[in-house]
């Protein structure tokens, strides 16, 4: 059972599959639906799995809704990123306790249980491996995101439908999983059954699959996922020309289109906790009304804030124009100088989830010598809706 084989399992062993992993001490983290979304949570059992719902995308609007489908993954993108598995909301760095006389630390040392992700799309690996690059693999290795991060086994589901959000095809990240993943799963339901092509992704892949007992998958049922991939590819309607992008918004740093789409930016900071590669942090202290209790917390940030960017003296970018700016010129052009690739994965959860439906692929598009980007996408009625 090689790396890079195809093998074919019912939809009723992918229960087994999940036990298989708890056996092994996986926590599985996964999708299920709750309170009106698609949402990555530890699962149990495979009935916590979203059989039949889908989701509906477009700028600044989500809607989830059931179809009558059996298939476990027929939505596209979940409400919420992976990267709070790794690089969670908020972390407890260290409490300090005073008992008598004396000051007692804890530290959040402890590593959590390992954990198994199950339905990771192309464009989400695509986001861990940008986020291993950054908080890994250079000058200073986060630990936090280490100890979470180490001896994760990651299953892939490849995309069979597309979002009218998504621009993974023009980041060269999706909507096929190409690597990355320990073992990669294609849904078909067809009148052949429910079923699922797998692809082995590593060793570790290979010897979980292999207590599954698989059957081979033939030739053409590989083809029938390959296809369902490629079309899902051509279902792709949104593109952003990444050719010389870093060098055009550097060109375009006092672009007219700066202070237009700063007219419409709440600076809510939406789009950056959605992002799946977005790592900014802050750390706060508190204490008790006691004052023998006091916690220093790590939390994640955004630089929407005005105060994200306080140095001695004040913020220093006060406007939401400035805001906007630094965070696309940073998505698309510094982070390339910074890690050598765009921060940008291409999921489309920016535009979906911004309040007002600003489109980063409009926006960039404007500063190739396009229209002025429309105005969020959304109407009045639309908005309060």
Not at 127 to 152: K, N
Not at 332 to 354: H, K
Request: hydrophobic residues 40%; neutral net charge.
């Amino acid at each position: 059972m090689g790396v890079g084989t195809h093998y074919l399992l019912d939809a009723a062993d992918l229960g087994r599959l999940i036990t298989a992993l708890q056996d092994r001490g996986y926590e599985v983290i996964g999708p299920q639906f709750r309170d009106g979304a698609i949402v990555y949570d530890t699962l149990e059992k495979v009935e916590d799995l979203p059989a039949g719902w889908v989701d509906e995308q477009a700028p600044g609007r989500y809607r989830a809704s059931r179809n009558g489908s059996k298939a476990y993954f027929g939505y596209v993108s979940g409400a919420q990123s992976w990267k709070r598995v790794f690089h969670p909301p908020q972390t407890c760095l260290v409490q300090v306790q005073k008992e008598g006389a004396e000051l007692r630390l804890k530290c959040e040392s402890a590593a959590p249980a390992k954990v198994a992700l199950l339905g990771v799309r192309a464009c989400e690996l695509a986001a861990i491996a940008i986020q291993d690059r950054v908080l890994l693999e250079d000058r200073y290795r986060d630990p936090v995101y280490a100890a979470r991060r180490q001896g994760a086994f990651l299953i892939a589901v490849q995309c069979t439908q597309a979002a009218s959000t998504c621009f993974c095809t023009s980041m060269n990240t999706g909507p096929k999983a190409a690597s990355g993943f320990d073992l990669a799963l294609t849904e078909l339901i067809d009148e052949e059954g429910h079923r699922f092509v797998v692809e082995v992704g590593s060793q570790a892949g290979a010897e979980l699959l292999a207590e599954l007992k698989p059957h081979k998958a033939l030739a053409k049922t590989v083809k029938q996922a390959e296809a369902a991939v490629d079309a899902t590819a051509k279902a792709i309607t949104k593109h952003v020309d990444t050719a010389g992008l870093k060098e055009l918004l550097y060109q375009n740093f006092e672009h007219p289109e700066w202070d237009n789409v700063a007219k419409r930016c709440l600076s809510c900071g939406n789009c950056t906790l959605a992002c799946p590669t977005c790592f900014c942090i802050t750390v706060e202290d508190t204490s008790d009304v006691t004052l023998t209790r006091a916690e220093r917390w790590r939390r994640w940030d955004s630089c929407f804030v005005q105060n994200f960017s306080y140095i001695h003296g004040g913020s220093v970018r006060m406007s939401p124009k400035s805001r906007y700016r630094q965070w696309l010129t940073h998505k698309l052009a510094s982070w390339v100088d910074q890690f050598g690739t765009f921060g940008c994965v291409g999921c489309g959860r920016c535009i979906t989830w911004c309040p007002v439906g600003i489109d980063i692929t409009e926006e960039v598009a404007v500063f190739r010598g396009g229209a002025t980007a429309a105005s969020g996408g959304l109407t009045d009625a639309e908005r309060v809706a």
